[in-house]
């Protein structure tokens, strides 16, 4: 078994702003696995908010002793990036050598296209309208937020496209005071829920909050093990393979979180189609699906997912499991 770990940088279709700042390009870690002459590949996106960057997510790659099941890299790396990347290579690879697709090795049903949030980014209300105006045709519209301001935004938003489903992400950028100005306010509009509205750090105040507007936890949410910290704060999760660690903590969380009685977000950080591959399988019959990394780039894998109407459909094997 041979493992070997790449830099990848997509350009993006615009500038993507969100509460922390502005990007223009999606860097990824992108690993292959090869073993009997087959390779399986995975990408990771490192993330700042994380602690996370190229270097120290590649640094933790390479540290791995070869070779390496799915089993015991579940405790030979932390949840996150690196183990992200190489926990889909394997699945990837798995399904290559045994001719089995990933979603019939991990035991699932033939996955089907979901319909995908696609996300509008910070900005001026004027321009968020007229994102929001030129993706009205879209069934789900995610936008980002960020505290003052806000209710403008929001309301051009819906002015652009009355007719979509809409959710919004602060990305931290709240204070439960603002929270309790803006619930009523989006309700209004239709807004089916937020994401994230406070730090994870002082997420407690929302256990103090009428959460009239339902709330899921992004930040606050890696894997199984956070789950027991979000209870009377949240009603949604969003998992991303990012966070879980990969593929294979991401159907456990899943199946944990719905047992405990949240709805089940499927998200993304901005990344390719590879990375986006094994998150469907995640992502199949979830509340809420948010797959809208390669919509948001400028190029992306030479065998790309395919969207259709608004949804993310599953990949193709020359893509990925």
């Known amino acids: 078994m041979h493992l070997e770990t790449y830099r990848d940088v997509f350009r993006l279709a615009k500038a993507f702003t969100i509460s922390r700042g502005s990007r223009t390009e999606a860097v990824v870690v992108r690993v292959e696995i090869t073993d009997n002459g087959m390779t399986g590949r995975g990408e990771c996106v490192p993330y700042a908010r994380y602690g996370e960057t190229v270097e120290s997510v590649t640094e933790q790659i390479r540290s791995l002793p070869m070779p390496v099941s799915r089993e015991q890299l579940q405790t030979a790396l932390p949840a996150g990036a690196a183990r992200n990347a190489v926990d889909c290579a394997l699945w990837d690879l798995e399904a290559k050598l045994s001719g089995k697709r990933a979603w019939q090795?991990?035991?699932?049903?033939?996955?089907?296209?979901?319909?995908?949030?696609?996300?509008?980014?910070?900005?001026?209300?004027?321009?968020?309208?007229?994102?929001?105006?030129?993706?009205?045709?879209?069934?789900?519209?995610?936008?980002?937020?960020?505290?003052?301001?806000?209710?403008?935004?929001?309301?051009?938003?819906?002015?652009?496209?009355?007719?979509?489903?809409?959710?919004?992400?602060?990305?931290?950028?709240?204070?439960?005071?603002?929270?309790?100005e803006m619930a009523p306010v989006l309700l209004r509009l239709g807004v089916e829920m937020v994401e994230q509205p406070l730090p994870a750090a002082s997420d407690d105040a929302l256990l103090g909050l009428e959460r009239i507007l339902p709330v899921c936890a992004d930040e606050s949410c890696h894997d199984r093990?956070?789950?027991?910290?979000?209870?009377?704060?949240?009603?949604?999760?969003?998992?991303?393979?990012?966070?879980?660690?990969?593929?294979?903590?991401?159907?456990?969380?899943k199946k944990a979180a719905l047992e405990a009685g949240y709805g089940v977000m499927v998200g993304c950080m901005v990344g390719s189609s590879l990375a986006m591959a094994p998150a469907v399988l995640v992502a199949q019959h979830a509340a809420v699906v948010d797959l809208d990394g390669p919509l948001l780039l400028a190029e992306d894998r030479s065998t790309p997912i395919d969207y259709d109407a608004g949804k993310i459909c599953p990949p193709a094997p020359e893509l990925w499991g």
């Open 225 to 253: 093990a956070s789950l027991s910290k979000l209870a009377g704060k949240y009603d949604i999760i969003n998992i991303k393979l990012d966070k879980t660690g990969g593929l294979t903590e991401a159907l456990e969380l």
């Open 105 to 180: 090795l991990a035991g699932l049903a033939a996955p089907q296209p979901e319909t995908t949030a696609f996300t509008l980014s910070l900005d001026t209300p004027d321009n968020m309208r007229e994102e929001a105006a030129a993706n009205a045709h879209r069934p789900l519209l995610k936008i980002k937020l960020g505290g003052e301001g806000d209710i403008a935004r929001i309301e051009a938003v819906r002015a652009g496209a009355p007719e979509a489903r809409i959710i919004v992400d602060a990305n931290e950028g709240w204070t439960p005071e603002i929270y309790n």
